[in-house]
């Protein structure tokens, strides 16, 4: 079987198939076709009728893409395949792809990352829960800097439970400030990559950007904020309710965990909010999946390999 595609006159035809027309190697290689160009014309040639029909729908998706004024990244073209092979829904990719956040700069790669996006326009608490390199934390980021440029909130506050693996911020070394900063970390390291350094550095020393460990937030009310609550899987019962109910008026919340990654030994406070609060109008819980990671592809090999062995050891033990 033979299928042709022609590509429009106004798009050049390496912006959708990459230097050398490397993603067609990878398309022919993928599903076991023979793949031609001649001028503005792609020949699809195989026996596999279906395999010619999901290339066919990559191509044409990728022309979409490409027209909206988007350059598919390594990353997005490996997810629209993975995305046309499995062909989940009928939502077009392009929607996912060229809904920006930040005039353009950053944008979600997955459809569970559009669906996080679109629970935040919605609802004023919300709840995302991922494995890691899903972009929980990023994208909040995105959002509340989107938010404070906008003018809807006029400061940013993130915070997370300064325990790990077991520490507690009273046995480590140094001052206040030496003990909280590798907790926080990763929240100073997606703002900087969001504000210039020198404008991030103005606004925490004006209060519009708090970073501080939640026990900072007991006897806070917090209004006109959009707050960021972080690795929330590490959170007792009590420090999620305390930090629930430190919400003002004309404020947004998004809290992030990674229900896999607990490291305390009490109750998690983000397993039992999701318990307690699911039924909530304006709580809203988003769950991303290892098809939402979008850090190195072995990332997504990893967690699914995690997954597999302890889903094998926890059917052991039962």
Known sequence: MIKKITIPKDIFIVEIFGQYDNRLRYLEKK????????????????????NIKIVEGIINEMINITREGHLLDKQEFEYLVSEKETEKNSEILTEVITKTIIHGRVKPKTRGQKKYIEAVEKSDIVFVIGPAGTGKTYLASALAVDYLKSGKINRIILTRPAVEAGEKLGFLPGDLSEKVDPYLRPLFDSLIDLIPFEKFI???????????????????????????LDEAQNTTYEQMKMFLTRIGFSSKAIITGDITQIDIKENSGLVMAEKILKSID??????????????????KKIIKAYEKYEKGEKNEKD
Request: hydrophobic share 45%.
């Open 202 to 228: 103005s606004y925490r020393e004006r209060n519009i950007i708090e970073i501080a460990p939640l026990a900072y937030m007991r006897g806070r009310t917090l209004n006109n904020a959009f707050i960021i």
């Open 31 to 50: 599903f076991g076709l023979d793949i031609s160009v001649r001028g503005n014309e792609v020949f699809l040639k195989g026996k596999n009728e279906e």
């Open 282 to 299: 304006g709580i809203e819980f988003v769950h991303l999946t290892e098809a939402d990671v979008v850090r190195h592809p072995l990332v």
